[in-house]
């Protein structure tokens, strides 16, 4: 009988010291892989490639207008030193903002644009500016004759620097910009927007060069946007007061 009694016993610690793994621990084990899994995965993700610029704009409510809608094309001219300052005054930013009133006018002008022109595409040229940028832009031109071009940072500023202004142009199905009688940033009668007939007279813009003035205008002010009358690129969305009194400056 004892002898008996200790061959089971042994055969009871034989089986515990190996028995199977049962189903509800490797569902466990599986659980803390997986778990571990994500978060490689998620340390593996890319950081943001956003300026800091970008980033604060981002955080003030500002709308990025490629992430908004893809077809509208940037190229920020302030990104390179090809501008009239000869400079590159945008050093890190690389993404075009306005604010959102200026946004939902921007897409419906796209919208009309490609109703018109299927082929055709906006390019914006430049849009939100913080004032910092502004006051090298003005010390540029400051007590000269084209300071009529630059808006004075000590009046205000200018309607970019609160995100409701726009420099914008159409290009074709090449990308290439439609002729609009002048380049950008030109300071000169030629690029005012106030006697187009007289201009194409003259010969210092070609008629169909007006054409591309008129359709770019069209659409610009179906949509809500307000010409400056000394720079066909140029946009508002707000009268200057308005804009000043109203909203808050991008420092």
């Not at 004892?2 to 490797?26: D, N, W, Y």
Request: charged share 25%.
């Amino acid at each position: 009988m004892i002898r008996t009694l200790l061959i089971i016993a042994i055969s009871f610690l034989f089986g515990s010291c190996h028995r199977q793994v049962k189903p509800m621990e490797l569902q466990q084990t599986d659980s803390i892989s997986a778990i571990t899994t994500v978060k490689i995965k998620n340390s593996e993700q890319p950081k943001s490639t956003k300026s800091e610029l970008a980033q604060k704009l981002d955080s003030l409510g500002f709308i990025n207008i490629a992430e908004a809608d893809s077809t509208i094309l940037i190229d920020l001219i302030y990104t390179r030193s090809d501008n009239f300052t000869g400079e590159v005054l945008y050093e890190t930013l690389r993404e075009a903002y306005l604010h959102p009133l200026a946004m939902e006018s921007l897409l419906k002008a796209n919208q009309l644009l490609k109703a018109k022109q299927p082929n055709y595409s906006l390019l914006v040229l430049d849009a939100a500016r913080p004032m910092s940028i502004q006051k090298r832009m003005w010390d540029k031109v400051k007590g000269t004759p084209n300071n009529i071009y630059v808006s004075n940072p000590n009046k205000g500023g200018g309607m970019h620097n609160y995100g409701m202004a726009v420099d914008i142009t159409i290009v074709d199905e090449q990308g290439e910009w439609l002729s609009m009688g002048t380049g950008f940033d030109h300071f000169g009668i030629e690029a005012h927007i106030t006697n187009e007939d007289e201009l194409v007279k003259e010969g210092k813009i070609t008629n169909e060069e007006r054409q591309n003035r008129v359709l770019l205008r069209s659409i610009m002010q179906e949509a809500g946007f307000i010409p400056l009358y000394n720079e066909w690129w140029h946009f508002n969305r707000l009268e200057r007061a308005e804009t000043i009194a109203n909203y808050k400056l991008i420092e």
